[in-house]
Nanobody, 123 residues
Framework: QVQVAESGGGSVQAGGSLRLSCVASGDVTERRCWAWFRQAPGKEREGVAWIYSSDGSTAYFDSVKGRFTISRDNAKNTTYLQMNDLKPEDTGMYFC????????????????WGQGTQVTVSS
């Protein structure tokens, strides 16, 4: 089993930055796809970014391109999300998730989820 725990959320004014961390424990050998999702109150969960830990390839949703960066430290079993130029619409609960790769990673079929960390951006 793989356990996932997020941290680093908080409250920040628009234009500020936060760095989220996702620490995994257990056997992550087949968990080579790592992703961040977010969900605002009353809204559907949406993907933010994913990374393939083997080759470092990444993808981002259009809403965060150019502002967010996902990275992975395989030795520490930790996935990061650097969030810059935060906007009020970035507010939500951020979740880290993992899955084995198929053809690339993508946005679905993630198996292991953390409890989430809250990000609040005020105008």
């Amino acid at each position: 089993q793989v356990q996932v725990a997020e941290s680093g959320g908080g409250s920040v004014q628009a234009g500020g930055s936060l760095r989220l961390s996702c620490v995994a424990s257990g056997d992550v050998t087949e968990r080579r796809c790592w992703a961040w999702f977010r969900q605002a109150p009353g809204k559907e969960r949406e993907g933010v970014a994913w990374i393939y830990s083997s080759d470092g390839s990444t993808a981002y949703f259009d809403s965060v391109k150019g502002r967010f960066t996902i990275s992975r430290d395989n030795a520490k079993n930790t996935t990061y999300l650097q969030m810059n130029d935060l906007k009020p619409e970035d507010t939500g609960m951020y979740f880290c998730a993992a899955r084995p790769p198929k053809i690339g990673c993508g946005w679905s079929l993630y198996r292991d989820w953390g409890q989430g960390t809250q990000v609040t951006v005020s105008s």
